[in-house]
């Protein structure tokens, strides 16, 4: 079992429509979740962070986390042609500190105009 | 968020020669740093990790000798490729975690293209 999974995709959906990106990980003892958003080309930018159970919001970004499912998801509201990108998720391990964090393959997310 | 430089941006290269590539910290101070490599329509795969004043610690099947990796300072990494060849091209990035807190999120420099003609 992989450590962190993600559908790699394409995830195709229109624009102004809302999508979901999910993720699961396997170390139930993992202690905050990231996400990045990688466009073609280009090296990875975080752009969520989250380490409580439940929402987090910032802008048209929902970070979502349930401890208890081992399951985190990013929802991009009003979706835009700009937000097509492979978004990778990433878990910091028990500990955290010096440990390396583990990236899913991530997903690509193609929105439509 | 904070701030990592990387250089050089792209860099060509003839087979046999060492090039490397530097990896800043601008605005925070970075006690560990990771190397990575991306080939084309992949995922990123992680090389190595850097730690301040240590050894590098690297990952399954990645060469040592290759990849010379140093951590003199806070907030410089250094990852040099030995005797480069075509095979080594790829885009490298590396990341670092700020040491002052937060949630340990990685931020990453802008990566570094290399071609091994």
């Known amino acids: 079992q992989k450590e962190v999974e993600q559908n790699s995709g394409p995830l195709s959906v229109p624009e102004g429509a809302i999508a979901s990106l999910n993720c699961t990980y396997s170390d139930r003892g993992s202690q905050s979740f990231f996400w990045y958003r990688q466009y073609s080309g280009k090296s990875p930018e975080l752009i969520m962070s989250i380490y409580s159970n439940g929402d987090k919001e910032d802008g048209r970004f929902t970070a979502q986390l349930n401890k208890a499912s081992q399951y985190v998801s990013l929802l991009i509201r009003d979706s835009q042609p700009s937000d097509s990108a492979t978004y990778l998720c990433a878990v910091n391990p028990v500990g955290g500190g010096y440990q390396k964090v583990t990236f899913g393959t991530g997903t690509k997310l193609q929105v439509i105009p | 968020g904070a701030v990592v430089s990387q250089h050089p941006s792209r860099v060509i290269c003839k087979s046999g020669t060492s090039v490397k590539i530097e990896c800043r910290s601008l605005d925070f101070q970075a006690t560990t740093m990771f190397w990575y490599r991306q080939f084309p329509k992949q995922s990123l795969m992680l090389m190595a990790t850097s730690n301040e004043g240590s050894k590098a610690t690297y990952e399954q099947g990645v060469e040592k000798d290759k990849f010379l990796i140093n951590h003199a300072s806070l907030t410089l990494s250094t990852l040099t490729v030995t005797s480069a060849h075509p095979e080594d091209s790829s885009f490298y990035i590396c990341?670092?975690?700020?040491?002052?807190?937060?949630?340990?999120?990685?931020?990453f420099g802008e990566g570094s293209r290399l071609t091994v003609l």
């Open positions: 990341s670092a975690r700020d040491i002052a807190g937060g949630l340990g999120e990685l931020f």
